[in-house]
């Protein structure tokens, strides 16, 4: 299974972007790059996902590396809400399951 | 649309009892995943199928665990003789039939089991 790589833990102020990066520098060619995160007690939400190109949905954007080796998930404007664990995937194309690794836990201060 | 439900939210077993936790997937959607998260540590694959079908259980423990989702009906974990190791959140997960890895999985609120 394609691992990812994260910071355990970051910061952010209410109201302010927020940039979470995620390494896979063993990504394979159809490994879709899934972001998922989940906010205490709470099962896991999808947040976004790419192959390639730059993706926007109304949660968040996804900028991901020319080269596919990293990509960043960004929070335009964080909120107290967004405060969770965020999960960076790589969805493996040949057995279709998401393997969780530890994640980035997001702290919004007010 | 009903997002994935996931019952009991909690549960309770004395160790030695069977545990059986359900989940009724999205409507539409034919993919399965369980998913295992012991206290302060992150998801665990446990098990991947399909209707009527397993495709993946290598996250399974070999024994005393056991998955199915019939045809008809919710898909079933089903712990026998429970030991206080097994207590966790238990997370079920869907995904619609076409797409695979392109789409995203839709995950419920979990059963919480605690073994005493």
């Known amino acids: 299974d394609a691992k990812t790589t994260q910071p355990n833990s970051m910061e952010s102020n209410e109201e302010e972007p927020v940039h979470l990066p995620c390494n896979h520098s063993t990504i394979s060619g159809t490994d879709y790059i899934h972001w998922y995160r989940q906010l205490p007690s709470q099962g896991p939400e999808y947040v976004i996902h790419?192959?390639?190109s730059n993706v926007n949905n109304r949660m968040a954007s996804l900028a991901i590396a020319e080269d596919r080796k990293s990509s960043t998930l960004i929070l335009h404007r964080a909120t107290l809400r967004d405060a969770a664990v965020y999960y960076c995937?790589?969805?493996?194309?040949?057995?279709?399951?998401?393997?969780f690794g530890t994640g980035t836990l997001l702290a919004v201060q007010p | 649309n009903a997002g994935v439900m996931q019952n009991p939210r909690h549960l309770v077993r004395r160790r030695g009892q069977e545990a059986r936790l359900r989940c009724s997937p999205m409507k539409g959607h034919s993919h399965v995943y369980w998913y295992r998260q012991l206290p302060e540590e992150g998801l665990k694959f446990m098990v991947y199928?399909?209707?009527?079908?397993?495709?993946?259980e290598s996250g399974m423990p070999k024994e005393r665990f056991s998955a199915e989702f019939p045809k008809e009906g919710p898909s079933i974990l089903r712990i026998q003789q429970v030991v206080r190791g097994d207590s966790a959140a238990y997370f079920c997960?869907?995904?619609?039939?076409?797409?695979?890895?392109?789409?995203?999985?839709?995950f419920g609120q979990g059963t919480r089991l605690t073994v005493v």
């Open positions: 997960a869907s995904s619609p039939r076409t797409g695979g890895w392109n789409t995203e999985a839709f």
């Open positions: 790419g192959l390639t």
């Open positions: 995937i790589l969805r493996d194309g040949a057995t279709n399951k998401l393997i």
């Open positions: 199928l399909q209707k009527e079908n397993i495709i993946d």
